[in-house]
């Protein structure tokens, strides 16, 4: 089949990658966003995918809205069988869903109908999910609500950050979704509607969900610092200021500290929860790089009764 394949971030890489090995198919094109700023000096740089599109000689468009006219006319010039999706990031309307004769087909890393949304990945880990996977599927107008394809699961391991699982769902992806390309083609594969019952929702994260309770068990802290590594990182405060917690671990020997109560040793530091401790591992001051949580804790040298989470609104947030 001729494919226009969609997708923006790192994360879509591998399946454009997988496409372009196949001997099934041809990607004539692909569909990014546009450039944004990015670095120290904010300057313009193209999508991870748009990156690789270009060293393989394969036209990139970039358009501002996906319902832009210049784009649909370049789209129906094109004339694409099948149009596979990989994290694009933008909605689709109907006269671009319309053009392919096979649709677009989206890989989403969730087991769907669960955690319809851009952050399927981060919300299995905060909701403690031992299994996730990957879907395919025909999108339509709704978010994430089309039939489906084909899935492959993921069990996700005690100490997955979302950046973990995530990248090998999209590896574990690349497969399933020039599978189902396959299918496609040959008329084997026919997409089932979703069942009604399951339906979670996983919007985008933002930062103050990535706030941590000390008062919550230290299995929730636990979830919420590695559901939301890499992006948008957990944190708290510490001296009025924002304080990132890159990494930690449970610590449910050591049960002798409030909520948010810090206890260094010469080579630990540990936070009281709502249940026992966590070790923090890796952490960032307000403005500084990440450190060792022990080197920090040596830095700022605590004293007795410091707590984290000790200001309602961190200084500069």
Known sequence: MRLVFAGTPEVAVPTFDALLASDR????????????????????????????????GVEV???????????????????????????YGALLPR????????????????LLPA??????????????????????????????????FGVVTERVRPTDTSGDLLTRLATAGAGLLTAT????????????????EGVTSAPKI???????????????????????????????????????VRSAAPSPERTDLAPGELAVAKSAVHVGTGSYAVELQWVQAQGKRPMVAADW????????????????????A
């Not at 990945?121 to 905060?126: C, K």
């Not at 999910?129 to 089309?146: H, K, M, P, Q, W």
């Not at 299995?219 to 590695?226: A, G, K, M, P």
């Open 206 to 244: 933002e930062v103050a969900d990535a706030r941590l309770d000390f008062t919550a068990p230290a299995l929730r802290v636990d979830r919420v610092v590695r559901g939301c590594a890499p992006a948008p990182g957990a944190w708290t405060t510490f001296r009025g200021e924002r304080l990132k």
């Open 61 to 87: 468009l970039k358009p501002g809205r996906p319902k832009d006219p210049e784009f649909l006319d370049r789209l129906r010039a094109i004339g694409p069988d099948c149009c596979p999706v990989v994290a």
């Open 115 to 148: 955690w319809r949304g851009a952050a399927p990945v981060q919300h299995a880990i905060l909701a403690g999910d031992e299994v996730t996977g990957a879907t395919t599927f025909r999108i339509e107008e709704g978010l994430d609500s089309g039939p489906v």
């Open 297 to 316: 804790a040596r830095g700022v040298r605590i004293t007795g009764g410091e707590r984290l989470g000790d200001s309602p609104e961190p200084a500069g």
């Open 95 to 110: 006269p671009a869903l319309d053009i392919p004769a096979h649709g677009w087909v989206n890989l989403h890393f969730s």
């Open 25 to 56: 198919h041809e990607v004539v094109a692909v569909v990014t966003r546009p450039d944004a700023p990015a670095g120290r000096g904010r300057r313009l740089v193209a999508s991870p995918v748009a990156q690789r599109a270009e060293e393989a």
């Open 181 to 196: 390309m396959d299918g496609i083609a040959d008329g084997s594969l026919e997409a089932v509607p979703q069942p009604a």
